[in-house]
């Protein structure tokens, strides 16, 4: 598969170049030069096939011959030792995405990416540098997956204060070549450093950089994977049982002193509802940088048995108003509770209206935004009615469709973080969250990073 620039067809380069130059030259986002289709026994199989089958047959042409065969059999195993359970939560599906060591869904680019890129760089001596600004989730899922793998440093910024200390944690606990800068700024500020950095001449001659942003194209396309796998799924009428760090559990129960977490003693059955098979799914997907969004619009064009997306955002909704003015306004962005979507300007969109026209775009994408009062309302509503624990960014995702006119089908709601990453929220309105093996980890270790302004001389001094 060759790439473009999204703001010029006239330089195809490979996967490796695209991957490992993170932004094209010209300052473009790179998109393949085509989406390639399932092929017919791929496509008629979806719901069968495994989860590292259907990872290997979503990635193979975007990267093929670059990583051969075996080489990308090898990776799928490695990068995925968890998958996204398709659970039943009241009348909605909910697609699990916090299963992995960051409990995010970022784990699943991250993952993929960085062992992508130690097997492109291999035999090289120079060391690669990469650089990436995190809202959040990010961060951690980059810092872990690149965590111990040779001839590859990295460099995390993130807001500074906007973090949850769980998050800076994540990001910053580790240590070895896995470097972090608390920046003064907001995460537009993050990620307009990086932009600068790499625009900067004398800054890339110096160290190899390479970026890990939801931008690059090895983190974009595995996100497609799971899109695939649900539907599939859906699509033959079948759901998963509960996974080992699904959220359920109450009703609320108030923490007892020097008995931590545990799930309460009521089980609440998984009353499993059934989803009718032959039925195309819609996925809505809590959307900041809109990186996951356009990995599901591949899966569709790829020929996943997909209905359509809902976009759901907060207040930070440039995306949702594109498509209902066709005007798009990227602005300063706003914090809220759900602050892995706190992106005024979400650089997928560049990579999305390079693919698609407006009218393309609004024939499989509803946009729609939801309040801070409302997440809140609906983490409380739900945990009451169902005994589930959404996490803010789910939550927006759920209230989203509650905002919607029916939708036909089967929905799947993305959870894309674990509601125990945002206990400061999600425990006072729903009670004490069971939290996953990954998170204990996390918080055992110690937040070391560097404070520097927002601008591009503090970072080039510290690389
Ligand atoms: C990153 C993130 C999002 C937003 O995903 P994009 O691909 O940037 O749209 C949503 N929820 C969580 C928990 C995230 O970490």
Redesign the pocket.
């Known amino acids: 598969m060759r790439y473009y620039s999204t703001r010029s067809r006239s330089n195809p380069v490979s996967f490796a170049v695209a991957a490992l130059g993170g932004l094209a030259p010209d300052g473009g986002l790179f998109i393949p030069e085509e989406i390639p289709s399932y092929p017919g026994r791929v496509k008629n199989s979806l719901g069968t096939m495994s989860f590292f089958d259907i990872a290997f047959e979503t990635i193979r042409p975007y990267v093929h011959p670059e990583l051969p065969d075996a080489v990308l059999e090898d990776l799928v195993h490695s990068a995925y030792p968890f998958t996204a359970p398709l659970v039943s939560v009241g009348d909605r599906l909910v697609l699990e995405l916090f299963h992995g060591p960051t409990a995010?869904?970022?784990d699943f680019g991250a993952r993929f990416m960085a062992r992508a890129f130690s097997y492109l760089r291999r035999g090289e001596d120079k060391p690669l540098h990469i650089l990436v600004a995190t809202?959040?989730?990010?961060g951690g899922a980059v810092a872990d997956g690149f965590y111990g793998v040779e001839g590859i440093s990295v460099t995390v910024l993130y807001p500074k204060g906007r973090v949850t200390p769980l998050q800076e944690k994540q990001i910053a606990g580790l240590g070895g070549n896995i470097g972090s800068l608390a920046v003064e700024g907001s995460f537009d500020d993050c990620q307009a450093l990086v932009k600068a950095a790499f625009a900067d001449e004398g800054l890339r001659k110096r160290a190899a950089l390479s970026s890990a942003n939801?931008i690059n194209v090895a983190r974009l396309i595995p996100q497609a994977i799971y899109y695939s796998v649900a539907a599939g799924k859906a699509f033959a009428g079948k759901t998963d049982s509960d996974g080992e760090a699904t959220p359920r559990g109450g009703p609320a129960s108030p923490r007892v002193p020097g008995q931590s977490n545990q799930r309460s003693a009521i089980a609440i059955p998984n009353a499993s509802h059934e989803v009718k098979a032959g039925s195309p799914i819609t996925f809505c997907?809590?959307?900041?940088?809109?990186?996951?969004?356009t990995a599901g619009l591949y899966a569709l064009k790829m020929g996943a048995p997909i209905r359509g997306f809902i976009a759901a955002t907060n207040i930070n909704k440039a995306v949702p108003d594109y498509l209902a003015s066709g005007e798009y306004h990227a602005r300063v962005s706003r914090v809220t509770i759900?602050n892995?979507?706190d992106?005024g300007a979400?650089s997928?969109f560049e990579r999305m209206t390079a693919h698609w026209t407006l009218e393309e775009l609004r024939g499989m994408i509803r946009g729609v935004h939801v309040s801070d009062e409302d997440t809140r309302k609906t983490i409380a509503a739900v945990h009451d009615k169902y005994a589930y624990f959404l996490?803010p960014?789910g939550a927006v995702g759920w209230r989203a469709v509650d905002i919607l006119s029916a939708v036909a089908g089967p929905l799947a709601i993305l959870a894309?973080?674990h509601p125990a990453k945002f206990a400061e929220t999600v425990e006072p309105l729903a009670g004490s969250v069971p939290a996953p093996a990954s998170i204990k980890n996390a918080l055992s270790r110690t937040a070391q990073a560097q404070t520097i302004p927002a601008e591009l001389s503090a970072l080039a001094d510290t690389l």
Not at 135 to 138: A, E, F
């Open positions: 995010a869904f970022k809202s959040g989730d990010t939801s997907v809590p959307s900041g940088n809109f990186g996951n969004l759900s892995a979507m992106v979400p997928n996490d960014h894309t973080a």
